[in-house]
């Protein structure tokens, strides 16, 4: 059974950084593309940013591009969710998810999502 548990989340002021941590157990990590999603209070699930098998390609939300960049360890069985520049709106609960279909951004095409962890941005 695949299990995801992200970590890294936190308080930060408006401009600030987080790395967020998301570990995989129970298949083969390098063979499933790698998504980040949030959901804010009262919001509906939003993709975020996903990494593909290798690491060749990169897709990211156009609210985050160039401020948040996602990357993979497969020998960590470990993706990551470098967060630069925060705002107040990227408050939200960050998951992490993986698929082993090609990369899109309607959550319900991913099939083994994490926890979830907090960032609260403050200004």
């Known amino acids: 059974q695949v299990q995801l548990i992200e970590s890294g989340g936190g308080l930060v002021q408006t401009g600030g950084s987080l790395r967020l941590s998301c570990a995989v157990s129970g298949r083969t990590f390098s063979r499933y593309n790698m998504g980040w999603f949030r959901q804010a209070p009262g919001k509906e699930r939003e993709f975020v940013a996903a990494?593909?098998?290798?690491?060749?390609?990169?897709y990211y939300a156009d609210s985050v591009k160039g401020r948040f960049t996602t990357s993979r360890d497969n020998g960590k069985n470990t993706a990551y969710l470098q967060m630069n520049s925060l705002k107040p709106e990227d408050t939200a609960v960050y998951y992490c998810?993986?698929?082993?279909?090609?990369?899109?951004?309607?959550?319900?095409?991913?099939?083994?999502w994490g926890q979830g962890t907090q960032v609260t941005v403050s200004s």
């Open positions: 998810a993986t698929t082993g279909r090609g990369v899109d951004y309607d959550r319900r095409l991913w099939d083994s």
């Open positions: 990494i593909t098998w290798f690491g060749e390609n990169t």
